[in-house]
């Protein structure tokens, strides 16, 4: 089996009362395009904030390249995300009164300058070339989309964990972002994405399927441009 | 450090309105803190010079002296002329720091008309000056040989303006012209005033002075300092304060400045409320950025300083906006009030800056606070 990126060890997080995860087992490869679905509420965006380092979990060990992330310091924590990992949301969440260019700079400017030359050669990566100066209002949801992703390739994160990426658009950005996605998986990059969009999910290498916060199945899509990884996951079904 | 400041330019100009009404908040304040350090610089001297006009507070007598003196309603012992200064002395009360003007005089017991009765030689010019309240009804004397009645001595004597009386000191008879009544409502009512050079005269005892009243400006320095220079420059003299002087010049000042801190420290404080609420909507308004920003990795470090640098961009813009505003009430109230122009003072510029930055940046710490406790995780997800 290809060398692990992620691996969680009996990942849980409550929320109160509530078992948001319960005791995930998982791992994905280096290079490996992973899709997480699932009903509403079943942890699949638990799963990738934990993944990303945005929250904690209550039980359980997660590794990402080799560091415990579990066991990080807030202040480590923060390096973690803006070194390791590069998100794309559902929502965009662009600054509004930045321009496209200098929204793609931002995430540079945290992880540790700012290089208009490299933002720009980004957003042209996405097709974006002509929209450089605009604003995230003056752009459409595909093309805010698709800055977000500039935005999360720009500090070459290990990772990169995307929640609903399609889920806002219509068909054909979906199609130009699903195409983005393509593109980054066959150059190596390690995805794991959020979906409810069965298509999208099918287009990755593997699928896992959370309900009630554990996994209950995990497929291989056959089609792995890169590699075939067997998933090593604990099935629980309540 | 360019891409911060695009960053940083760009969120002020998107909530230009909001922080406008803060920074004018805080202009408020700061114009109050700089009309208030505009005049205290001014004021002192200002309120010092309008209490000036209730006469001298120091006085100058030789050593030893038994004579019955006074003005402005104070006694200062008995004259009988034995002891005097050298007026040509004098010269050096001037060149003491924080005196203003000086009136030499000098007192004899004449007859006047065969009635006993004070005269006092005055340096007119300077009694004029340093006594504005002194009411003449006809005019000052213009020569040696006239003089004024003070009111009840005019009384006393029936004597009226135009009128001439003869005037006898020890062999000396003079005949003078009595050119106006005088009321000051102190012991002048009750003598006879003439010029410096006709006393000296009279009595023969030319250059010589037998009393000083010192107007001196305590703003700067007290009254205790100047008057130990005064000794210092006139050895054989006594330097005395008039307490009561510099006790109510004190008091008026110190309240003065009391009421107008008081005003600008309560506005200055709605200022920092208003700064304060300002920017705790602003957070709440941004905590999606914010919880973006912390997504991207940014450390509270960075998170905190965007707001603090907001906070002081309100500052710095109510400051300036201020100080300008301030120096024009300073202005007005100079030119109004006191019938003078303020100068500016050079330390206002930088103390009511600070003063601004302060009050602003003690107004963002609960914001930022609340900044740096935002969740990324419910704000992305829109909580």
């Known amino acids: 089996m290809s060398e692990s990126i992620v691996r969680t060890v009996k990942l849980s997080r409550t929320y109160g009362e509530l078992r948001a995860l319960d005791g995930v087992d998982l791992e994905v490869a280096r290079g490996e395009w992973l899709s997480v679905m699932g ?28 560091t415990e992330v579990t066991s990080l310091a807030p202040k480590d924590l923060a390096r973690f995300r803006r070194e390791t990992v590069g998100l794309v949301f559902q929502q965009f969440h662009l600054v509004p009164y930045l321009t496209a260019l200098e929204n793609v700079m931002l995430a540079q400017y945290f992880h540790s300058m700012a290089d208009e030359a490299e933002a720009r050669a980004a957003l042209e990566a996405v097709g974006l070339d002509e929209r450089l100066r605009h604003l995230p209002a003056q752009l459409s949801g595909g093309e805010q989309q698709r800055v977000c992703i500039a935005r999360a390739l720009i500090n070459q994160p290990k990772i990169i964990l995307a929640d609903e990426p399609t889920g806002n658009l219509d068909a054909a950005n979906e199609e130009i972002v699903l195409d983005i996605f393509r593109r980054l998986h066959a ?22 399927t959370l309900e009630h916060g554990c996994v209950v199945r995990a497929e291989s899509n056959g089609h792995d441009r890169r590699r075939l990884v067997v998933p090593e996951v604990a099935y629980a079904f309540h | 450090m360019r891409f911060a400041w695009r960053v940083l330019l760009g969120s002020l100009h998107h909530q230009r309105l909001r922080l ?17 350090l505009n005049l205290s610089g001014d004021i002192g001297s200002q309120v010092g010079r309008e209490l000036r006009a209730y006469g001298a507070n120091l006085v100058i007598r030789p050593r030893e002296q038994s004579a019955r003196l006074g003005s402005g309603g104070l006694e200062f012992g008995a004259a009988t002329a034995a002891q005097t200064l050298v007026e040509a002395d004098l010269e050096r009360v001037n060149q003491v720091e924080g005196v203003i003007d000086y009136v030499p005089s000098l007192y004899a017991v004449v007859q006047l008309e065969q009635r006993p009765v004070v005269l006092a030689g005055v340096g007119l010019a300077a009694a004029r000056s340093l006594n504005p309240w002194w009411q003449v009804l006809g005019r000052w004397p213009a020569t040696d040989d006239e003089v004024l009645a003070g009111a009840r001595a005019a009384e006393a004597l029936g004597i009226k303006p135009g009128e001439a009386v003869s005037v006898s000191y020890g062999d000396q008879i003079r005949t003078v012209r009595m050119v106006g009544v005088l009321e000051t409502g102190g012991a002048e009512d009750e003598q006879i005033i003439t010029g410096l050079r006709a006393a000296q005269t ?60 008081l005003v600008a420290a309560l506005v200055l404080l709605a200022g920092a409320l208003t700064v304060a609420g300002t920017l705790h909507i602003i957070v709440m308004e941004r905590r999606t950025e914010i919880g973006l920003m912390k997504a991207l990795g940014a450390n509270d470090r960075r998170v905190a300083g965007l707001f603090l640098v907001e906070a002081l961009s309100i500052g710095a813009a109510g400051g300036l906006v201020g100080y300008l505003a301030g120096l024009a009430l300073a202005i007005g109230i100079g030119q109004r009030v006191f019938q003078t122009t303020i100068a500016p003072a050079a330390w206002a510029p930088p103390g009511t800056l600070l003063i601004a930055l302060g009050v602003a940046l003690l107004a963002s710490l609960l914001p930022v606070q609340r900044a740096l406790a935002v969740d990324p995780v419910k704000t992305l997800r829109g909580e």
């Open chain 2, 20 to 36: 406008s009404i803060a920074a004018l908040a805080m202009a408020l304040g700061s114009a109050l803190v700089s009309g208030l």
């Open chain 1, 39 to 66: 009903p509403s509420g079943s942890g699949k965006t638990t799963l990738l904030n934990i993944l990303g380092g945005l929250d904690r979990p209550t039980g359980g060990q997660l590794f990402v390249d080799g």
């Open chain 2, 202 to 261: 009279l009595t023969a005892q030319p250059g010589r002075v037998g009393l000083v009243m010192v107007s001196a400006l305590a703003s700067d320095r007290s009254l205790e300092a100047i008057a130990r220079d005064l000794q210092a420059a006139l050895p054989q003299a006594e330097v005395r304060t008039l307490a009561q002087f510099a006790q109510a010049e004190a008091t008026v000042l110190n309240k003065v400045r009391l009421l107008i801190g």
């Open chain 1, 187 to 208: 150059q190596g990059h390690t995805l794991i994405v959020v979906t409810h969009d069965a298509r999208v999910g099918r287009l990755a290498d593997r699928l896992i």
